[in-house]
């Protein structure tokens, strides 16, 4: 009997060790699994830092680029502003060997000098204009590509600054239907982008060109290349005015058919590239023409 009950209590004991044990295993598995998610997460954090990281250096490469070539300008038009004060300072120094002058040859030296200062002061504002318009490039490249990369294979979406004006080459795949000149769903969020910051910017008239790979196209509704090159830029044109509103004064269409290649369509993956449809961003004219008059220069720079 006595054996009986001390099995019975051993029985027990070890049935409540056992309990405790698979609590504890319990916890802990539970707290192995908070770890693992918690590693995950860090893990993501870790990717967008690094994206965000990538994304900053290449902006800053960009930057550094663009201040390069303005460097450059700069010099150039320094150096053309020394030789205008040289060219002054000439006939400063030879109107004071002079005994001398007329009435009427004062008057002349006096218009000459009013136009060497002239001068001086335009190439000054024409230096501020350059530096002006570098500044508003750059900064739409920027806001382009930070609101136009999330989502977007990098080979659908190529931003450039290039002199004067910035622009955007979009794949023909991204926006529209194979063979086709008919914008697909996917184009309208790149679309709504692009007429948002282009409403933004009064400055700025919007061209729209499309290019094709040089594959013969004839059907009942596309004539040949140059027709569907046409076709596409004013479908992405009407979808900007009447889809997402953007002033119709401020919109071109045209088509540059199979030419003005990016490279030679020798591949499918060459030919692919050159079938792309190109956003230029256009200052207006007239505010360049204004800037060669000096009257009106004045006015624009600010």
């Known amino acids: 009997m006595r054996s009986i009950i001390t099995i019975t209590a051993l029985l027990t004991l070890l049935s409540l060790?056992?309990?405790?044990?698979?609590?504890?295993?319990q916890a802990l598995e539970s707290e192995l699994?908070?770890?693992k998610s918690d590693l995950l997460s860090c893990n993501e954090i870790k990717d967008k830092l690094t994206s965000r990281l990538s994304s900053c250096e290449n902006d800053l490469a960009m930057s550094r680029a663009n201040l390069g070539g303005k460097n450059d300008q700069y010099q150039q038009l320094q150096a053309q502003l020394k030789d205008c004060q040289e060219q002054r300072?000439?006939?400063?120094?030879?109107v004071g060997d002079l005994t001398v002058?007329?009435?009427?040859?004062?008057?002349?030296?006096?218009?000459?000098?009013?136009?060497?200062?002239d001068k001086d002061r335009y190439i000054q504002m024409l230096l501020a204009a350059k530096d002006k318009a570098d500044s508003i490039n750059l900064a739409l490249a920027v806001n382009l590509k930070g609101a136009l990369k999330e989502g977007l294979d990098d080979k659908d979406v190529d931003i450039k600054v290039d002199k004067t004006v910035v622009y955007i080459n979009l794949s023909d795949k991204m926006l529209y239907k194979s063979g086709s000149y008919t914008i697909t769903d996917k184009a309208g969020a790149v679309l709504s982008k692009i007429a948002s910051i282009a409403a933004s910017r009064p400055e700025v008239d919007v061209m729209v060109e499309g290019y094709t790979d040089n594959n013969k196209i004839k059907t009942n509704c596309i004539d040949d290349n140059w027709d569907l090159s046409v076709k596409r830029a004013t479908s992405v044109v009407r979808a900007l005015q009447n889809d997402y509103?953007?002033?119709p004064n401020k919109l071109i269409a045209a088509g540059r058919g199979e030419y003005n290649t990016l490279v030679p369509n020798d591949n499918p993956e060459?030919?692919?590239t050159n079938r792309r449809t190109r956003i230029i961003f256009l200052p207006r004219l007239n505010q360049f023409y204004d800037l060669l008059d000096p009257s009106k220069a004045s006015t624009k720079i600010k």
């Open 245 to 247: 509103h953007l002033d």
């Open 33 to 35: 699994s908070k770890a």
């Open 270 to 272: 060459d030919m692919a």
């Open 101 to 117: 002058l007329s009435k009427g040859a004062n008057e002349n030296i006096g218009k000459t000098l009013a136009q060497l200062q």
């Open 89 to 94: 300072d000439k006939q400063l120094s030879a």
């Open 17 to 25: 060790s056992s309990c405790v044990t698979k609590k504890k295993y």
